[in-house]
């Protein structure tokens, strides 16, 4: 997983609520067991309409999505991370997320980051003027540069695993030598080594 610790871009804005998984990456691209190329995919259906949001020219090269509450609501799929991910997307802005879409973004290393709607309503007038925004992970702050500062309160073990740029796996073998040692001290009950195949 990529590591997370600043990041400087471009803004789209897609104001709609309770935006589910099929949405953000419908059904039948769910046939690949890779993690990567499931962005050309994303919001497949509505990226038919040439007004759709994230069609318009300055969604080009977005890197923050900032969207309505319950984002991500809906089907357990982790390809929805994957698919903004692999976008080009590192951010999602919004009042509330679905759990499970939640907990996906953060193991693809993506930043989910609530904030409430009046906090959002003023990022939105800001951006109306330039749409680009800083994420600082390593101080929780949103920053606009009509001068503009935006605490965020973000989960303390997430933040510790985007900021180093840990999945669960990393993070486990960071205790190589104590599981090692583990092991080492409680021999298993059967040697499976003799084993025979039967």
């Known amino acids: 997983m990529r ?7 471009p803004v789209v804005v897609l104001d709609r609520a309770d935006i589910d998984t099929d949405q953000i990456i419908p059904k039948q691209f769910l046939k690949r067991i890779e993690r990567s190329g499931y962005g050309v995919y994303l919001f497949y259906d509505w990226m038919k309409d040439p007004d759709f949001e994230l069609r318009r020219p300055e969604a080009e090269g977005a890197s923050i999505l900032l969207t309505g509450r ?33 907990q996906n973004a953060l193991k693809t ?11 959002l309503a003023r990022l939105r007038a800001a951006l109306a003027s330039v749409a680009e925004l800083t994420v600082d992970l390593e101080t929780c702050e949103l920053r606009h540069a009509d001068g503009l500062r935006i605490p965020f309160v973000f989960e303390p073990f997430a933040r510790e695993m985007l900021l180093e740029g840990l999945d669960e796996i990393a993070l486990t073998l960071r205790r190589g030598e104590q599981i090692d040692a583990y092991e080492a001290s409680h021999p ?9 195949a039967g």
């Open 3 to 9: 590591e997370f610790r600043q990041l400087s871009g």
């Open 70 to 102: 319950n984002f991500g609501c809906g089907s357990s799929r982790e390809h929805a991370a994957w698919a903004l991910e692999d976008a080009g997307f590192r951010v999602i802005l919004a009042p509330s997320f679905g759990d499970i879409f939640h």
């Open 109 to 119: 290393g993506l930043l989910p980051i609530e904030l409430d709607e009046p906090t």
């Open 188 to 196: 298993g009950r059967f040697d499976t080594r003799s084993l025979t």
